[in-house]
């Protein structure tokens, strides 16, 4: 259908072309040959006029010589022959230039044609293979396509799992310096538990030297004051004894 559809169209195209091309030709003659009346008229009246010159010459100049006459008609008639001559030539020339137009006009109308209609059997011939071609080139874009998508899904699914790597690598470093940061605490909270476990020791063992030296000086009182007493006591049996007995 859309092919005997694009012949009507250029088939109507070519004709509306022929007419034109008709009516321009037929404008062109008629246009010449009114050129050519006109140039005819204009020598007939150019004819008249130097006739009616030569004759109120004539008239005029009885008393010339008949051998002038005949140098002034014919220098007239050589300038009235070149005068046609050279109207003729611009007719032919003009007439040349027509045949020439029409013609190259002509002509680059059946190369047109001629040229379609190669193009419309060129095309109808390979029509099968267009369609392959066009079917080639539409799957190979396809292939095209749909390998850059699986580049792109792949690019993609390399840049995700490199920031999650690296997500992972931050979160590592994090912990590994949470866990630095609970050892140095755990240690600098030890160091403190045994200063403070050697402080409270050392205060125990100041505690029990003070205790020690009171129970000492507490003992050395005790048996200062048991010398004393011993002291005291023994004063006193050293007083002499009295004794009393009965003599029978």
Do not use: C, W
Not at 75 to 101: P, Y
Not at 140 to 155: F, H, R, V
Request: a positive charge; charged letters at 55%; zero cysteines.
């Amino acid at each position: 259908m859309g092919r005997s559809r694009s012949r009507s169209r250029s088939s109507s195209r070519h004709k509306h072309k022929t007419k034109r091309k008709k009516t321009a030709r037929s404008k062109s003659r008629s246009a010449s040959r009114e050129r050519s009346r006109r140039d005819r008229g204009n020598r007939l009246r150019s004819r008249s006029r130097d006739r009616k010159k030569s004759s109120r010459k004539r008239s005029y100049s009885s008393s010339s010589s008949s051998s002038d006459d005949d140098l002034i008609l014919r220098a007239k008639r050589r300038e009235e022959e070149e005068k046609r001559n050279e109207v003729e030539k611009q007719r032919l020339m003009r007439q040349k230039e027509i045949e020439e137009k029409l013609i190259e006009e002509e002509v680059a109308r059946r190369v047109e044609e001629l040229v379609a209609k190669r193009v419309e059997e060129e095309l109808e011939k390979r029509k099968e293979e267009i369609e392959a071609e066009v079917l080639r080139r539409v799957e190979e874009a396809k292939k095209i396509m749909e390998l850059q998508m699986l580049n792109e899904l792949e690019s993609q699914r390399q840049a995700e799992l490199e920031a999650q790597k690296k997500k992972e690598e931050e979160d590592h470093k994090k912990r590994e310096e949470l866990e630095a940061i609970m050892v140095e605490n755990n240690r600098k909270m030890e160091e403190a538990q045994r200063k403070l476990a050697e402080e409270q020791l050392k205060l125990v063992e100041d505690q029990r030297k003070i205790l020690e030296e009171r129970q000492r000086l507490e003992d050395e009182e005790k048996r200062r004051l048991k010398r004393d007493q011993e002291v005291i006591l023994n004063k006193k049996n050293a007083r002499p004894r009295l004794s009393f007995s009965l003599n029978k």
